[in-house]
Every structure is written in C-alpha cells, then in structure tokens.
C-alpha cells in the first residue's frame, strides 16, 4: 500500500523506482587488476601499474573532468609496509557529452594508472597486502551515474 506513494515521490523528485531499469541503479561499470605479489626491496621506490577496465558503452571522468559537478578518478591507499605515493593517471581524452555545456575529460576502454610506492628501511621483510579504493564517476553519452568506489589489494614481498 506505501509502495504506490513512494513510487510516486521518487518520480516527482527525479529519482529511479525501483526496477525501472534506470541506468543509475548499475553497478560494476569499472574493474581494477593489480598483477602480484608485487616484488619489493626495503629503501627504494617501487612501481605498480594498476590496469582499469570500463565497461562497453561507458566512460569515467579523469583526475581532472574539466566540470566541478563531476568527481574525479582517485585512488588511495591504506596505510601500510608500503608508502603510496601521488599516482600518475593516464592522458585523457577530451570530449562533447549532451549533458555538458563544456568538452569533459574522460577515460574509457582499459588504461593504467602508474602507483609509486616508497618502501621504508626497516619494513618488516616478507609477504603482505595494503588495501585502497579506486573512486570513479562512470557516464553514458546521455546520463551520468552516481560517484562509486572499488577495492584494490595488492599483494608485496618485501625483501
């Protein structure tokens, strides 16, 4: 019975129903893959590529979108053995969506953003993890999707 009144107040309010089949209720538009264990030596930089996917028919807005209503791409890290340093993301490609009165910066298909890491001396030797997030916006050519996130891991052998 509050199912009519609530279907009624999101469709006033610009919001999906439930199974609408809106795209906003999409998920894994992006996957990351870290190749590991990553092999590291105590007192130097250590570089890793994580590689990006985007799903067919979508892209994601760069670490510079080029609108402010836009989140940019980011990926962070926990903290851990390993020291994360700023991440270099990939060159972009500008581009003129319907939505924007501006060209967006945006990436789509596979692309690598290149992860420093700065192993400390006296990290404890041996196999371990970190954790981080990958945050992204993904788009179509008509509608952009709420800002989501994604685990990372990346395994290490310091040595």
């Known amino acids: ?8 107040l999101a469709w006033a309010m610009g919001l999906p129903a439930q199974n609408s089949g809106a795209a906003s209720g999409k998920t894994g538009v992006a996957a990351v893959t870290v190749k590991a264990p990553v092999s590291a030596k105590r007192g130097t930089l250590v570089t890793v590529p ?3 996917t985007v799903a ?5 807005t760069s670490a510079t979108p080029g ?20 991440p270099r993301y990939p060159k972009a490609v500008l581009r003129s969506y319907p939505f924007s009165q501006s060209k967006l910066s945006v990436l789509d298909g596979t692309f690598t953003i290149e992860q420093d890491f700065r192993v400390p001396a006296n990290a404890p030797q041996g196999f371990g993890a970190i954790t981080g997030k990958l945050h992204y916006q993904a788009c179509t050519d008509t509608e952009c999707l709420p800002p989501s996130t994604v685990p990372v891991r990346l395994s290490y052998d310091i040595r």
């Not at 067919?56 to 994601?60: E, L």
């Not at 836009?70 to 340093?85: C, D, Y």
């Open 56 to 60: 067919k028919g979508y892209h994601v």
């Open 67 to 86: 609108d402010r209503y836009l989140k940019p791409l980011r990926i962070s890290w926990e903290k851990g053995a390993l020291e994360s340093e700023t």
């Open 1 to 8: 019975m509050l199912l009519a009144p609530l279907i009624l």
């Open 50 to 52: 994580v590689t990006v």
